[in-house]
């Protein structure tokens, strides 16, 4: 008997989860991979940045794992209104849910909803062309800037600030978004971390990149860098700090841009009254490993404050969670009878695309030693017809895919251009997009 598996998000963790099922020796399979948006991939398409073309080409492998027998992307299906959780445990012997981490953490100090303080987060999936954030979502009409945190998503949105639009013309970033990069103002941007470069999150490729930035001088302050002995750092921290301390001596070549990487500074209050004006910070030290207020403060001016202090996941109908560690509690990947959990629901938002894979595996192994085939009674296809709920499917998501290589080629551009919103999808692959007032009824449980 064939065993039915329904996965419920289509980033990696998802996918690496749906390639674990239908790799394993243990019996027959049939793979659902569910997803609210109508594309798949997750992050790999609207939070990897579009100039990290080497890791997007991960879309390559992800595309064969949907490809392959017994797998089947079920797209445009949101878990709350279109299916259950309940639903799910009635149209499959077993539900993984994958869907990532899709909120910005809060920092908790006075001014964070300002106008102008805004989550990068937000400002990855604009760049990205993620059809919850429109392109009018942001301009760049900011001259100074300051990203607090000093993780790889910081990395990211300082780059894509520091670059020129041209330097984004030949990567799927939308026209839209494209147009208003070229419009930015942006002349200065702070990165600021609350502890000292040995600490940071970035890894040494990506710190790299900011140093071979064409349109923007890079520097840090010599006694902010300052490490000491080095020899107790892992290699991967001391290259950070090598680098972080070589840009303290480099003198400013009068790029248009200039990035000040910042340590030894947390925010305390995001100043202005109607908007952003500033950050005030303090300088810390760490007391027995912990990060301590030195009392002595500083303010840097901004127009824009970004927040870059991490992903976290938001809870799903009918789904247990932990608000605490803001995951899905689990053991092994196991979250209660016949319901699971992989990715960063499952362990929070760490580690590289990869680790997905080795963490699925784990999910796999927990769910093949206890789920039972024929143990679901009803079909998720009549469940989706008796609601008039039509899922995207694979082919729908190839008719987008040429719909966004035929827009690029038009626009003499890379290989692909994202289109904008869920209707520009649905209408490229000749579907009508559905109206508020055609929405099905929802679920019961
Ligand atoms: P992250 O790596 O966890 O970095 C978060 C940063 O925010 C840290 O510097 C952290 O400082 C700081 N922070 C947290 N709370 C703060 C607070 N209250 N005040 C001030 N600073 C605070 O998170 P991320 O940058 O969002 O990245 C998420 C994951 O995606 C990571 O695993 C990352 O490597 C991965 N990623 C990878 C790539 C790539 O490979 N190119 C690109 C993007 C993202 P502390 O260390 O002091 O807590």
Not at 298 to 319: C, H, N
Not at 414 to 432: F, H, I, Q
Request: glycine residues 10%; proline residues 6%; contains cysteine.
């Amino acid at each position: 008997m064939t065993l039915r598996v329904a996965i419920v998000g289509s980033g990696p963790a998802g996918i690496y989860t749906a390639e674990a099922l239908t790799k394993q020796s243990e019996g027959p399979v049939e793979v659902d991979v569910l997803e609210r948006l109508p594309t798949p991939y997750g992050l790999v398409r609207y939070g990897v940045a579009p100039d990290h073309t080497s890791i997007k080409s991960i879309a390559g492998y992800l595309q064969r794992v949907l490809e392959t027998p017994g797998v089947r992307f079920l797209g445009g299906l949101e878990l709350g209104s279109d299916v259950s959780a309940g639903d799910l445990l009635s149209c499959y012997d077993a539900v993984v849910y994958c869907t990532g981490a899709m909120v910005d953490r809060r920092l908790g100090v006075p001014g964070e909803d300002l106008p102008g303080s805004v989550a990068a987060t937000d400002f990855v999936n604009w760049y990205c062309g993620h059809p919850d954030v429109p392109p009018e979502t942001f301009s760049l009409d900011a001259e100074e800037i300051v990203v607090i945190g000093v993780g790889n998503v910081a990395v990211d949105v300082v780059r894509i600030m520091a670059k020129t639009a041209d330097e984004l013309r030949g990567t799927d970033v939308p026209e839209e978004v494209l147009e208003r990069l070229a419009a930015s103002r942006v002349k200065r941007i702070h990165m600021v971390g609350r502890r000292g470069a040995e600490h940071a999150k970035f890894t040494l490729k990506e710190l790299r990149e900011l140093g071979d930035l064409l349109n923007a001088d890079v520097l840090t302050f010599p006694d902010e860098v300052e490490v000491g002995d080095l020899t107790a750092l892992s290699r991967q921290v001391r290259g950070n700090v090598d680098v972080l301390r070589s840009w303290s001596s480099r003198p400013p070549a009068d790029r248009p841009r200039r990035l000040e990487v910042r340590f030894w500074l947390r925010p305390v209050e995001i100043l202005g009254v109607s908007h952003v004006e500033g950050v005030r910070l303090e300088r810390t030290r760490l007391e027995d490993g912990r990060v301590t207020g030195t009392g002595e403060f500083e303010t840097i001016p901004a127009d824009m404050v970004m927040r870059s202090v991490g992903y976290q996941s938001v809870a799903l109908p009918g789904v247990p969670f932990d608000s605490a560690s803001m995951t899905v509690p689990n053991v092994a990947g196991k979250v209660s009878d016949r319901q699971f959990v992989a990715g960063w629901l499952k362990r929070g938002p760490t580690g590289v695309i990869g680790t997905n894979k080795s963490d699925a595996a784990e999910t796999v192994r927990t769910l093949l030693a206890e789920a039972v085939p024929g143990t679901a009674t009803a079909r998720l296809d009549d469940l989706l017809n008796a609601r008039g709920v039509c899922a995207v499917t694979y082919k729908d998501w190839l008719s987008i895919e040429a719909a966004e290589a035929e827009l690029a080629a038009g626009l003499k551009r890379g290989e692909r251009v994202k289109l904008v919103g869920r209707d520009a999808m649905l209408t490229a692959c000749g579907r009508v997009a559905r109206r508020a007032s055609e929405a099905p009824e929802a679920p019961s449980s």
